[in-house]
Nanobody, 121 residues
Framework: QAQLAESGGGLVQAGGSLRLSCAAS????????MGWYRQRPGTERELVAS???????EYGDSVKGRFTISVDNAEKTGYLQMINLKPEDTAVYYC???????????????WGQGTQVTVSS
C-alpha cells in the first residue's frame, strides 16, 4: 500500500524558514503530481503549491516568492521550502500526491496526516 508522510513542521519565529518533507513509501515508481495544502482553524483546506510531472509549478498568491515546491524522485520525497514565514502561515500542512505504482500506468492518490507549522510574531 502506498503511503505519504509529512515531516519538518515546528515552531519558528516570523521571518524564519522551514523545509517540509513528504515521503512516499510502498511500491512507488514515480511521483507524478504533488500538492501542498494547509488548513487553519475554522477555515477550509487551501492549496499552497503544486507541481506536476513536467516540473510545472503553481503557488497560492499569499506564498508566491516565499515558498518553493520540489520533488526528488530518486528519494521518492517531495519538499516545500518556506522562507520569510509570517504568523498567517500558521496551519497544519498536508501533502497529497498521485504516484505511479507499476509500469503500465496504474496510479494511486492519497494524503498524508499533516504536520503543524506555527509561526510566532
Amino acid at each position: 500500500q502506498a503511503q505519504l508522510a509529512e515531516s519538518g513542521g515546528g515552531l519558528v519565529q516570523a521571518g524564519g524558514s522551514l523545509r517540509l518533507s513528504c515521503a512516499a513509501s510502498g511500491v512507488i515508481f514515480s511521483i507524478n503530481d504533488m500538492g501542498w495544502y494547509r488548513q487553519r482553524p475554522g477555515t477550509e483546506r487551501e492549496l499552497v503549491a503544486s507541481i506536476n510531472r513536467g516540473g510545472d509549478t503553481e503557488y497560492g498568491d499569499s506564498v508566491k516568492g516565499r515558498f518553493t515546491i520540489s520533488v526528488d524522485n530518486a528519494e521518492k520525497t517531495g519538499y516545500l521550502q518556506m522562507i520569510n514565514l509570517k504568523p498567517e502561515d500558521t496551519a497544519v500542512y498536508y501533502c497529497s500526491a498521485e504516484v505511479g505504482i507499476d509500469l503500465i500506468g496504474s496510479t494511486w492518490y492519497g494524503w498524508g496526516q499533516g504536520t503543524q507549522v506555527t509561526v510566532s510574531s
